[in-house]
């Protein structure tokens, strides 16, 4: 009988976040910024995936601290 190795047993979990142009033009309109063109906006996440990736995993890393207390 073969080990079922830990990854196998417990693999890693995976969240998955999604932000739209609407979410940009909604974040705008709510800080009172002027309008962007749909383009502008797409550039905008496009420009800042990285960021929001980094950031999604940093504050993953809190919330997880904050579980385990």
């Known amino acids: 009988m073969s080990e079922v190795n830990e990854e196998e047993k417990y693999p890693p979990i995976k969240c998955r976040t999604e932000w739209s142009i609407e979410d940009v033009h909604d974040s705008r309109e709510g800080l009172g910024l002027p309008k962007i063109t749909d383009e502008q906006a797409y550039d905008l996440l496009l420009g800042?995936?990285?960021?929001?990736?980094?950031?999604c995993v940093e504050n993953g890393w809190v919330i997880i601290e904050q579980l385990a207390e």
């Open 48 to 55: 800042s995936a990285n960021h929001l990736s980094d950031w």
